[in-house]
């Protein structure tokens, strides 16, 4: 048997099964990304001032930041890769014809219609 790069490897059918789970978790890693960034501006500002940064904006900015580490972690333990957050890019390790390849998704299509080559990227894309 030929050596693969990954330990878990996807059907269509297991990669279908998480997209409700994918779209969540994607649509809020997209809206903590600017509350991160709000955060991180007002924070700095605070210590530019020469003030005591700490408090809400503190407290709020690590709550965000540990959401965000939770989610990317659910991404992480079912070897799911993230290649664009923004465009909610995501990539499945998987065989297809014997080859280890990537099934590619994102966000606003509808089903997992789309594999390429390991190296190949989203331009690579091919028709399942």
């Known amino acids: ?41 007002r924070i700095a500002g605070l210590a530019a001032e020469g003030r005591d940064v700490g408090g809400e904006t503190v407290n709020r900015s690590l709550r965000a930041l540990a959401e965000v580490h939770e989610i990317l972690s659910e991404f992480q333990q079912r070897r799911i890769f993230i290649k664009d957050v923004e465009r909610g890019l995501v990539d499945f390790p998987a065989i297809l014809g014997g080859r280890e390849v990537f099934l590619c998704w994102e966000q606003d299509e509808e089903d997992v219609e789309f594999w390429h080559d390991l190296d190949a990227g989203f331009a690579g894309r091919e028709r399942l």
């Open 1 to 41: 048997m030929p050596e693969h790069r990954f330990d878990k490897h996807y059907t269509r059918e297991e990669a279908r099964a998480l997209l409700p789970d994918l779209r969540r978790w994607l649509e809020r890693l997209n809206h903590l990304r600017p509350e991160l960034e709000r955060f991180d501006k």
